[in-house]
């Protein structure tokens, strides 16, 4: 009797209730946990495994070693993705930083994008077949959702690599320009370098990833500290996991002459910023990912299939050009349906475990 009285006078109060449901999407989204990919690009001995470390609190290359400067001289391009499961206050991340070792350090870099844009484009095919695969509940999410691009401290500007790389990828991922060892510089020195850098890149029509605009109704702290964060574009940062103390005090920084350079006084450097607009837009670089860039690979993928399937009808060669298609298609509905069955055996496997193991808390 009293929970019908309880219903009735909830009914009565115009409550009805689904101004709780942002609190089911968070309890699913904590449940769940989080996934996020970032990509992290620059010329060796910039600080950017550091920073990274800095970034997160974790070592994410305990076993790393440095090359000298002869090895890098041999050593090829190559892309190292490692994953780590990050857990604070019950919130599970599932961090991949992808690194790339060797960029820039050869004589010739004409042929340094082309891993990297292969990279990017695998992990955008790879959503798009799992997507359309029988376990769609489970995909994992490896699409680079946002690349920090390290800029050296000592030039006067991008250089043209910077320039050639950011053009080659900036339709394809959400990048961060970052000013490296910016505590190699003094604070009129980091703000002419943000300008200039600014200027080129406005210059040679890169798009870098733009911060989204505050609504009207958001907090007035919250459209301030956007509003700083887009003054801080490009971040001039420096990363340490080194603990000083500092005046009585236990601080994360780096250790000079003069004085200690803290990781995490704003007044020293941008890590602060970078960390905030990394955290507090991790939601909206994923969006932008999802609904920009990986709709654009998506729908160069759509149409060149149906060009291809043009030819059948099409084609200048008639048969020749109809037997090609076929055969392609053929081999790709082959790759296809063997994928699907090893992802059934797998889930038929895992069933098979479920069961087992039942059985045996029965017994």
Known sequence: MSADKQFSAMDTSGYVGFANLPNQVHRKSVKKGFEFTLMIVGESGLGKSTLVNSLFLTDLYPERVVPD??????QTLKLDASTVEIEERGVKLRLTVVDVPGFGDAIDNSNSFNSILEYIDEQYERYLRDESGLNRRNIVDNRVHCCFYFISPFGHGLKPLDIEFMKKLHLKVNIVPVIAKADMLTKKEVSRLKMRILEEIKENGIKIYPLPDCDSDEDEDYKEQV?????????AVCGSTTLLEVKGKKVRGRLYPWG????????????IKLRTMLI?????????TQEVHYENYRSERLAKASRSNGKVTNG????????????DDAAEKDRILKEKEAELKRMQEMLAQMQAKIQAQQQ
């Open 227 to 235: 509003r700083q964060l887009k003054e801080a574009v490009p971040f």
């Open 69 to 74: 400067a002869v090895e890098r001289q041999k």
């Open 280 to 288: 507090t837009h991790m939601q909206d670089l994923q969006e932008v």
């Open 260 to 271: 200690v350079v803290e990781v995490e006084n704003p007044e020293h450097c941008d890590f």
């Open 316 to 327: 200048t060669n008639g048969h020749l050009a109809k037997e090609e298609v076929f055969e």
